[in-house]
Each structure stands twice: as C-alpha cells, then as structure tokens.
C-alpha cells in the first residue's frame, strides 16, 4: 500500500487490519475503520470526480455528510450499483467497488472537460434560448442529448435483492447527534431513568472529540470521555445507541424518522440481514445536538483538490491519520484554523502561512501559532488557487484600507484550508417549525422560541441545544 499521505501513531483506525478495494478498476488499500474519501487521500488520490456542467476536476472538500463534491458510485451489476454516496460517508470493506461518475472515457482524462472551453458560451438555462431552431430537430436531437447529459451517476436498472426492515418506536427522549451536547444529554436523561434513543450517521459516537487532541473533559482527553461515556450508556438499559443512524425528518408531535445502515460497512452480511432500518420515533422530549458546520471561503478556482474545509484536514489527520498534503496553506477568519495549522505543523506537514482575514489577531493559538515558526499574516486574503487536477500555488493579497484587494503574492502550496467561521446546523429544528434568533454574544442565528412556535408547541415540542463549537 502507498503510504505516502499516512501519518504513523496518528489516527483512530485499525492498522493491524488492512482492507483491500478498487477506485475506477484500481486497486487500493486501507485499514479498517478508513473511509472511502480517507483511504483514497491516503493513497495520494485527490481526484475523486468531475462537477456536473463543465467537467471541472474535484476533490474532497469536507469529512462528513456535508461532503459536495466526492460524489461516487458503489456496487456493481445493475442491480447492486448505488450513484452519488458521498465518498466522506461510505466505510471500505474486503471487496468494496467504487467508481467515479460524469466522466469519460475516465476520470483523469475526461473529453467532457472541453466545455470549460466553451463555458462563455454556455450560461445557466441557455438551451432554453439555444435550442430552438430547427424545431424538427427537438424531439430526435437536442431532447434525447439533453437527457443524456442531465444527473449524475447511473440508476440501477434491475430489481433490488436487498430487504429492508422498518420499526415504529417510543421514548422519553430521542438525542440526535452523538457529539459532547449530545452524549451529555443522554448520560443525564439516561441517569434519570428516562428511556433514550440516541442517532448518530456516523460509524462512532463522539463528534468533533475524535478529531481534537487538546481538549479535555473531566481531566480526560475529548475522545476517552466519551468512550467512557458511551460505555456507560450501553450499559444501561433503558438507553439505545444507534450509530450510521441518520435522523432525516421532523414531523408533527415530536415524529422524527430515522435511517440506520445495516450491512453497507460489512463485506460479507449475515444471509437475510437487512441492508437498511427505517425507524419511526414518536418522542415526549428532543434534543437536537447537530454541531456546527464550518463555511467555505469563495475564491478563484476554490474548487480544486486539494482546497478544503480547515476542519476537515484536522480529521483526517486526527481521526484517519492521514495528511491532505505536504505544504499546506491556511486561510481563516477565525481562531479554530490555528489549531488545525498546529496539529499539521506537530505531524510533520508544512505550514506555509497562515492568512488571516483579520486586521488584529491575537490571542493564545494565534502566538501559539507564531511560536510554532509559522508564518501568520494579518489583514489578508487568497485571490485564487492554480493547478489543473490538484492545487499547487495561491494568490493572496493584502486588505487595503479603502476595502480594495492588493497585489496577489503567489505562494507554493498542494493544500489550502478555508475557514470562515461556523454556522450551527439547525435543519432539523428548522423542519419542526422552529425559528432562528440573532445570538449577538456568539454572533450566529441560534435556535429560538416564537410566538408561533409558541402556538404550535402542543403539535411540536421539544427540548433543543446545540453543540458549541469551542
């Protein structure tokens, strides 16, 4: 297996357990516990598909569900083949087969790019205006070239062999998402004596811990609390913890339906297992404890692989033990991207500089930072990323007073992490009718009571919280 990319010691995955798949016919290696997105990353595969209009080359922006952009087909037969799973979210096992979608003939050299060319050409609804003459020409030219083209990813065609089972359950308190607020909630409805569902989509409880090395609770690290924690409520029983469990709907009188993955992670299913679990879940109490997701930075050819999330990087190197890139770029408008940059720096990756937005900052990660040897550059910007299937260098320029962008400095890099600050995730509050107020101490929309809500409150209730990004 190449391990140019994986870092030794770093890394929550099995590596006395080596797991074999293929990518596009080739085959690569893992470790138990790797993701699609980190074993590929880790084997120096960047490239992971193609957008869907002009063909442009994408990468792995994210580590979680937010993913937009490593969009990937697994199975095989017409009748096995899933499209468009997120390659952040799809776990490797013994025999897995990915594949890349909208390119062609493949993913590295694809004809399709050539409408970048013509992209002046080609702007948003413009077959609506293009297509119009001659109209004989419609129905046994321009439809059938439109339909070719339009979505992503091939529909299986055959009937599906897999079953699926459905449950209808109650609780005391149903807890969607497993990161600290979550966990805290359950551990004290659970000690209470309350019957308690907790979701999580992810193959582990814990969130944003099993990604942070400096945190600690109750004396312990992030990651030790909580699997102390969660031991604790597996003991209980009166608690249920369901990882891979997605809670995807909100309805009235406290309903909320999950979806739990069964078999996707196993390479060989127990004969008659269902694939997946519907769950129907009628709760007195919901805790909402989605996290936070943090905001993209919009720049020129912000597309690229190689330019991701800041926190992103973080997991990947904390969680999978894997490096995105050799020498990294990072550009923030807050202080969590200084503690990405050194974790990168303590991992052996090279830290180039670390652009700030801001005209000021201070505090103790930003002299963290400046001690570290890392190059921290105030009041400035990124223009635009170069490279064609991989970034290689930046542009970033200086804020001027006026609000204007100074001379672009091109600066070598094969890593550029974006950080513009944290928006909480609240769509699952949002679909119960709830709404959002201005919280001006944390300076985000946090999850409030109306006099609507108010209103409806004996169709919908609920207990709501969020997870605190620190």
């Not at 062609?104 to 119009?132: E, H, Q, R, S, W």
């Not at 979505?151 to 609780?171: I, K, M, N, S, W």
Request: charged share 20%.
């Amino acid at each position: 297996m190449t391990k140019q990319y994986r870092i030794p010691g770093r890394g929550r995955v099995n590596t006395a357990r080596r797991v074999t798949f293929t990518f596009d016919g080739r085959e690569f290696q893992g470790y138990e516990g790797d993701t699609l997105a980190s074993a590929l990353l880790a084997n120096g595969q960047h490239l992971m598909g193609r957008s869907f209009k002009y063909h442009r080359p994408r990468g792995v922006v994210s580590a979680g569900s937010d993913e937009p952009n490593a969009l990937v087909a697994v199975g095989s037969g017409p009748a096995l083949q899933t499209p468009n799973l997120r390659a952040t979210q799809v776990e490797i096992h013994d025999g897995l087969v990915a594949i890349s979608q909208n390119r062609f003939p493949c993913l590295k050299f694809d004809l399709g790019a050539v409408n970048t060319l013509a992209a002046p050409l080609l702007p948003a609804g413009f077959y609506y205006k293009t297509f119009m003459w001659p109209r004989s020409f419609w129905d046994k030219v321009y439809e059938p070239i439109i339909r070719a083209s339009a979505g992503l990813g091939v529909a299986p065609t055959a009937p599906d062999p897999d079953q699926y089972a459905f449950r209808y359950e109650h609780c005391d308190v149903l807890v969607v998402g497993a990161g600290p607020a979550g966990l805290a909630a359950a551990l004290a409805a659970g000690r209470a004596g309350a019957r308690v569902i907790v979701a999580d989509e992810t193959a582990e409880a814990g969130g944003w811990l099993l990604s942070d090395t400096t945190s600690r609770i109750d004396g312990k690290t992030g990651a030790a609390w909580a699997r102390e924690v969660v031991d604790e409520l597996n003991a209980m029983p009166n608690v249920r913890l369901l990882t891979r469990c997605t809670a995807f709907n909100y309805g009235p009188h406290n309903m909320v339906a999950l979806n739990e993955r069964l078999t996707d992670h196993l390479a060989h299913p127990a004969v008659g297992q269902p694939k997946e679990r519907l769950w129907q879940v009628r709760a007195k109490e919901v805790v909402l404890a989605a996290g936070a997701l943090e905001r993209p930075l919009v720049f020129d050819g912000n597309d690229r692989p190689g330019v991701m999330l800041a926190t992103a990087a973080r997991t990947y190197l904390n969680r999978y033990g894997v490096a995105c890139g050799r020498r990294a770029i990072v550009v923030t408008a807050d202080d969590a991207a200084y503690r990405v940059a050194l974790d990168l720096k303590d991992a052996g990756v090279t830290v180039a500089a670390i652009a700030d937005l801001r005209p000021a900052p201070d505090g103790a990660l930003v002299a963290a930072a400046i001690r570290a040897g890392i190059t921290v550059l105030p009041n400035t910007t990124i223009q635009r990323a170069h490279g064609l299937n991989r970034v290689c260098s930046v542009e970033l320029a200086q804020l001027l007073p006026d609000g204007s962008v100074g001379k672009g400095h091109q600066w070598r890099a094969d890593l550029v992490l974006m950080s513009g600050g944290f928006t909480p995730s609240v769509h699952m509050f949002s679909q119960s009718r709830g709404k959002l107020v201005f919280d001006e101490e944390l300076g985000v929309y946090v999850p409030g009571q109306s006099a609507e809500r108010e209103r409806s409150a004996g169709a919908c209730r609920g207990v709501y919280r969020l997870d605190r990004v620190l």
